[in-house]
């Protein structure tokens, strides 16, 4: 009987915490900003909500001590480590965003539609590019064509490095393009544990994913993930 208790009292408290997690992150939370720091890409904000100080990151806005903000949602990482920062934050909530408006109305913030894949240039900039496939690597052009076929699988491609995000839920995230275009889409985002810098020529090699949706508006129609810098 002791027994029993015992294991209906974890499946009682297991069951609370998974409900009570549910529900804040259902809920509009009010904060204060208290500092911020920026970095490439990125903006970190110590916040206080109701009394309680956390810190935040989101996409770089320009966010100032003492304004008042809303979010909802978010992915917290615990033991974070930021490179660029060179600290460790104990926990820290990720969000797509964060609005002055407590309605969400005119806002990205509540809206859980699927972005589509952001354009980092326009056409004519990526017709200068012209980078040749090393052997036994394809092109943008090509992956996309036949993503289908690459679904899955892991490829090679030479590029130039047209942005770069640093350490972004515990990715670095590269776009590439190497002048070769399908339709429109001719930049392709990878994730990695490489750092490049915009400009460099590199080549990558990674996993083929189609429909990866990672929460927080952040959807593709096709990455390539957990690449390795080959050179």
Do not use: C
Request: hydrophobic share 35%.
């Amino acid at each position: 009987m002791k027994t029993f208790k015992i294991i209906f009292t974890l499946i009682f408290t297991l069951t609370f915490s998974v409900i009570s997690y549910s529900q804040k992150s259902n809920q509009v939370h009010k904060i204060e900003i208290l500092e911020v720091i920026q970095v490439n890409s990125y903006t970190y904000l110590k916040v206080n909500e109701k009394g309680t100080k956390n810190w935040l990151a989101v996409p770089s806005i320009s966010a100032k001590k003492g304004e008042v903000y809303f979010y909802k949602g978010g992915m917290e990482m615990l033991n974070f480590e930021s490179k660029e920062l060179k600290k460790t934050f104990e926990s820290i909530i990720f969000l797509g965003a964060i609005s002055k408006n407590p309605t969400g109305k005119d806002d990205t913030l509540f809206k859980h539609t699927k972005v589509k894949k952001e354009k980092i240039v326009d056409l004519s900039t990526n017709s200068a590019i012209s980078i040749k496939p090393i052997e036994g690597g394809i092109t943008i052009s090509e992956l996309y064509k036949n993503k289908e076929r690459y679904k899955g699988k892991r490829i090679k491609i030479k590029g130039k490095v047209i942005k770069f995000n640093s350490q972004v839920m515990s990715k670095n995230w590269i776009h590439l393009q190497d002048g070769t275009d399908n339709n429109g889409d001719f930049d392709i985002t990878i994730t990695s544990n490489a750092t490049v810098n915009v400009g460099d020529v590199v080549t990558l090699e990674g996993l083929v994913s189609l429909d990866k949706d990672f929460g927080y508006g952040y959807f593709y129609k096709l990455i390539i993930e957990n690449a390795i810098l080959i050179n």
